[in-house]
């Protein structure tokens, strides 16, 4: 039965796996930085950092468990040598892990797992990069779209402005306002009596020819002059 043994097995059985482990944990020691795929780094971690761990006692059983796990010489002179004195005091934690985002080639998940005392300033690419799909993309250029669209029609929509429409009706209506005013004063001329409190009454040309219209208009009343009423008056006895 196999309950609690449950392991990260990174695609290799147990010798080629162990293998692995042990050359990423040389290259750690000795270079102390190193960039693998996200899954060896998660898989790594477990395995060094015992390892690690045990630099701080130095003696002799340590150093032969160091190189039963390392299978280097070297590389437990260098655990020994240089990384004991760094971690001296750190109960736990001696690596880092940072996710660089996808490889270009198999889109594998990269990372760099680095010791802690030894590297205290992020790589550069820090955060990786945000996989890219269909529905983002299209969502992406549908909003550019969109955007430019609106842009557009801003842009084509014509600017409003007062146009002096009222001004050339004005103008007319002032030009055509002194006509209408003398027409206005000669129908009341025509209407209104004059000074002497006689109307106006229009002469035709009949009563122009007249000479008692004449007359009467010399004398400045409507009326014919006496000498006109008595022929008239005459003409009337004859006539009867």
């Given at each position: 039965m196999r309950h609690a043994n449950k392991k990260k097995r990174i695609g290799r059985n147990a010798s080629h796996r162990k293998a692995t482990l042990q050359a990423l944990s040389t290259a750690l020691i000795r270079h102390k930085r190193i960039e693998t795929t996200l899954a060896k780094a998660k898989a790594l971690r477990p395995f060094v950092e015992p390892i690690i761990h045990r630099a701080q006692d130095d003696s002799t059983a340590s150093r032969r468990q160091a190189f039963r796990k390392l299978q280097d010489k070297e590389a437990v002179k260098e655990l020994y040598a240089e990384i004991a004195g760094a971690i001296d005091g750190r109960p736990g934690g001696y690596t880092r892990i940072v996710k660089l985002g996808q490889r270009g080639g198999d889109a594998a998940e990269m990372a760099v797992i680095e010791l802690v005392d030894f590297n205290d300033v992020k790589p550069e690419g820090t955060g990786g990069t945000k996989r890219k799909t269909r529905r983002s993309s299209s969502r992406r250029r549908g909003g550019s779209a969109g955007a430019a669209a609106t842009s557009s029609s801003k842009a084509e929509a014509p600017q409003t402005e007062d146009t002096p429409d009222a001004a050339p009706e004005a103008s007319g209506e002032e030009s055509e306002a002194p006509e209408q005013q003398e027409a206005e004063a000669v129908a009341s001329d025509s209407a209104n009596p004059d000074a002497t409190?006689?109307?106006?009454?229009?002469?035709?040309?009949?009563?122009?020819?007249?000479?008692?219209?004449?007359?009467?208009?010399?004398?400045?009343?409507g009326e014919p002059p006496p000498e006109a009423q008595a022929e008239n008056q005459g003409r009337s006895a004859d006539n009867r």
């Open positions: 409190g006689n109307p106006q009454v229009p002469q035709t040309e009949a009563g122009a020819d007249h000479p008692d219209a004449e007359q009467g208009a010399a004398t400045g009343t």
